[in-house]
C-alpha cells in the first residue's frame, strides 16, 4: 500500500495527536482532583483526616495524704488543642488544671471515685468514668489546724466574749493528749470528749497583749506534735475613756465641729482592731432621738453629720424648746461600738416667752448638760432638794401685773425606765412677797438602767411654763392631767426649757 501525504495531511495529524494529549493530561488532573479515575488510589485514602483520639492515663491512681500537697498528672493525648478540662467527684482541696494535672491539698479523708471530662478545640467530648478510686489516707501523726484566714488563731478583746474557736487535729491515733502554751488570761481550751480529735478555745479575754499561742498532741501510738498557731493579739475594745472625756470637755459631752481624729488624738476613743470607723446617729433608746416631726426618730432638727471626718454641724433649729440638747453618736468597727455624748444649745426663746434660767451648784448652767458618772451597779441619782440644780423662771413678759399669780409648769422624759423618778420639787414662786416668778428643782433618780451598763446615754426632759392672773389660764382649776397640761402649753407663750443628763460609766 502506497502512502501519499500531502504537507496539509501532516499538520492535520499532528494537530490530531496533540489533542489527544491534551485530553489525557485533563483526565490525569481530573483524577487528582476527584479521586476517581487514577487507578491505584482508595476513596479512604483520600476521606477527610480525623485527630488521634482523646486518650488519659487514669488508672492506678496514686493515694494521696489528708493535708499534704498532691500532684497527679492524667498524661493526656490526641484530640485539637485547647483541651478543657472538667473534673467530678474529687476530694475537697483538689482541682484539675488546663494541662490535665490534679493538684492541690486534700482536706478529707476517704475514698473518692471521680470522672473526667474532656473537650478539644473541635467540641470532641470524651468522658472517662473508669479512673478508678483515689484514696485520702489520713496522716501518720496529728495535723493541727489552730489557724483561720488570717494565719493565726482568731484575735479577741478584752471584756467581749471570745467565739468559740474550733480546733481540729485528724490523722493521729486516738486517745490524745492535749497541751498548750501562752493561752490569754479568761480564755480556756477544752477537748472534745466525744471524738478526742478537736478541742474548743473560749471565754472572756482579760488582759491586752499578743499571744504566741501553741498546741501539743501526744497521740495514742507517743507520737508527740507542737505546732504553732501564730499571734493571737487581745487588744482593747473600740472604747470612750470617760476620764480624758470629761479632762478635755468637762461638761461631759463633744460640741460641734470636733472630728473623730481629734476624738482618738485626745485617747478619747481609744482600741479596736485597727479597721476603720464609721460614725453614725442611730435612733433608740437612750441616744437622744425623737419624733421632732411627729414621724420619724431622729437627732435634733438643724444638725448634720459629716460621715467622713464625723463631725456634727449646723445649729440647733430655733423651732424646738430652749435649752441644752443632747445625743449619742455610734461608732462602729466591724462588730465592735462605742457610744459617744454630744451636745448643741438652742438659745433663742419666743418673743412672748418669760426668761428661764438653769443653775448648777449657784453657777449659770442653762446651756450645760447634767453630768452623772456610773460606776458598776449604780443607779442615776441626779439633784437635790436644795434646790440645786435650780430653774428660775422670771416673768419678763407681765403676764401677771398684779400681786396675785398663778403657776404651773408640766414636764415630759424619755429614756428612763418605769421605776424612774423624776420631780421638780421643791418649787416657789419669789420674792416672798409680790410676784415676779418662780424656781423649781430638777431631779431624777433611776436604778433600773442595766440595758446601759458599759456605755453612755442621756436623758431628756422637756419643761412647758404657764404663768396667769387667774387660776383658770394655766389649768390650776383643772383636775384633768391632760387638759391641764394643754392650757399650759396654750396660753405659756412658748415659754420652756430642754433639759439634758449625760450619763457616763465610770472607767
Known amino acids: 500500500m502506497t502512502f501519499n501525504m500531502t504537507r496539509r495531511d501532516g499538520q492535520e495529524a499532528r494537530r490530531r495527536l496533540e489533542s489527544t494529549m491534551n485530553f489525557r493530561l485533563m483526565l490525569l488532573t481530573s483524577g487528582l482532583l476527584t479521586g476517581t479515575v487514577l487507578g491505584g488510589c482508595s476513596r479512604e485514602e483520600l476521606a477527610p483526616w480525623f485527630p488521634q483520639d482523646i486518650q488519659i492515663v487514669c488508672k492506678d491512681v496514686p493515694s494521696a495524704v489528708l493535708g499534704q500537697p498532691y500532684t497527679f498528672d492524667l498524661k493526656v493525648t490526641g484530640g485539637v488543642a485547647p483541651l478543657m478540662f472538667e473534673a467530678t467527684g474529687l476530694p475537697m482541696g483538689l482541682t484539675i488544671d488546663d494541662n490535665g494535672v490534679i493538684t492541690g491539698t486534700p482536706t478529707e479523708e476517704g475514698m473518692f471515685k471521680f470522672t473526667i471530662t474532656v473537650t478539644d478545640g473541635d467540641g470532641n467530648v470524651r468522658v472517662f468514668e473508669t479512673c478508678g478510686e483515689l484514696t485520702v489516707n489520713p496522716p501518720d501523726q496529728p495535723m493541727i489546724d489552730c489557724v483561720d484566714d488570717s494565719g493565726s488563731a482568731p484575735d479577741g478583746f478584752v471584756g467581749i466574749t471570745y467565739a468559740d474557736f474550733q480546733v481540729t487535729a485528724p490523722g493521729g491515733v486516738v486517745p490524745y493528749a492535749w497541751s498548750y502554751k501562752n493561752l490569754p488570761p479568761g480564755l480556756v481550751f477544752t477537748p472534745d470528749a466525744a471524738n478526742g480529735t478537736s478541742a474548743t ?41 470617760t476620764d480624758e472625756l470629761l479632762k478635755v470637755f468637762p461638761d461631759g459631752c463633744v460640741p460641734l465641729g470636733i472630728t473623730l481624729k481629734q476624738l482618738q488624738d485626745d ?15 442611730v435612733p433608740g433608746r437612750g441616744n437622744g432621738n425623737k419624733k421632732w416631726d411627729g414621724v420619724t426618730d431622729s437627732q435634733p432638727p438643724g444638725l448634720t453629720l459629716d460621715a467622713a471626718s464625723c463631725a456634727w454641724g449646723g445649729k440647733v433649729s430655733t423651732n424646738l424648746p430652749f435649752g441644752i440638747y443632747a445625743w449619742i453618736t455610734t461608732f462602729t468597727q466591724t462588730s465592735l461600738k462605742a457610744y459617744v455624748p454630744y451636745c448643741a444649745p438652742q438659745d433663742v426663746q419666743a418673743p412672748t416667752a418669760y426668761d428661764v434660767m438653769r443653775e448648777d451648784t449657784g453657777n449659770l448652767a442653762s446651756f450645760k448638760p447634767g453630768v452623772v458618772v456610773l460606776n458598776p451597779g449604780q443607779g442615776i441619782t441626779y439633784g437635790s432638794d436644795v434646790p440645786d440644780p435650780k430653774v428660775t423662771v422670771t416673768d419678763t413678759v407681765n403676764a401677771c401685773p398684779g400681786n396675785t399669780c398663778f403657776y404651773a409648769f408640766v414636764f415630759a422624759y424619755n429614756t428612763l425606765s418605769q421605776m424612774a423618778s423624776v420631780s421638780a420639787s421643791p418649787n416657789s414662786k419669789f420674792p416672798a412677797q409680790g410676784f415676779d416668778g418662780f424656781t423649781h428643782a430638777l431631779r431624777i433618780t433611776d436604778v433600773a438602767i442595766d440595758s446601759f451598763r458599759g456605755r453612755a446615754f442621756v436623758a431628756n426632759i422637756q419643761f412647758d411654763y404657764c404663768i396667769a392672773s387667774n387660776g383658770d389660764d394655766c389649768g390650776n382649776n383643772e383636775m384633768d392631767s391632760a387638759k391641764r397640761a394643754d392650757l399650759v402649753r396654750k396660753n405659756g407663750g412658748g415659754s420652756n426649757y430642754y433639759f439634758s443628763l449625760v450619763a457616763l460609766p465610770a472607767n
Open 201 to 241: 478555745i473560749s471565754g472572756t479575754p482579760t488582759t491586752k497583749g499578743t499571744y504566741a499561742l501553741e498546741i501539743t498532741i501526744v497521740d495514742g501510738s507517743g507520737v508527740e506534735t507542737t505546732v504553732s498557731c501564730g499571734d493571737l493579739i487581745i487588744s482593747d475594745p473600740l472604747s470612750v475613756d
Open 267 to 281: 485617747k478619747i476613743i481609744f482600741g479596736g482592731d485597727g479597721s476603720p470607723i464609721a460614725c453614725a446617729f
